[in-house]
């Protein structure tokens, strides 16, 4: 079992930068799967981004190709997500998930294990 607590949202004018930092309880984080998922007000949850155990493979959603990279420390039970060029429609409640069972599909299904989300605002 995993725990998780994502850091690092905040108020971010268009076109800047931010962070986000997904950080793992449990000494088995190497063995997961691990990904982004994000909620606006009102919308569906969607997957953002993906990365599977090793780090050597990675998936990103369409609207987010060439902004955000997603990384991870296995050593610091870290998972990364730096996001540049940052529109107001990537607003949203964003949530970092783990997975046994994916191997980075954007399935939210396949996601067992959840945080609480961190809120990112972008202002126009």
């Known amino acids: 079992q995993v725990q998780l607590a994502e850091s690092g949202g905040g108020l971010v004018q268009a076109g800047g930068s931010l962070r986000l930092s997904c950080g793992a309880s449990?000494?088995?984080?190497?063995?997961?799967?691990m990904a982004w998922f994000r909620q606006a007000p009102g919308k569906e949850r969607e997957f953002v981004a993906a990365?599977?155990?090793?780090?050597?493979?990675?998936n990103y959603a369409d609207s987010v190709k060439g902004r955000i990279t997603i990384s991870r420390d296995n050593a610091k039970n870290t998972v990364y997500m730096q996001m540049n060029s940052l529109k107001p429609e990537d607003a949203a409640v964003y949530y970092c998930?783990?997975?046994?069972?994916?191997?980075?599909?954007?399935?939210?299904?396949?996601?067992?294990?959840w945080g609480q989300g961190t809120q990112v605002t972008v202002s126009s």
């Open positions: 449990g000494r088995t984080f190497s063995s997961y799967t």
């Open positions: 998930a783990a997975s046994l069972t994916s191997w980075g599909t954007p399935s939210g299904a396949l996601y067992g294990y």
């Open positions: 990365i599977r155990r090793s780090g050597g493979s990675t």
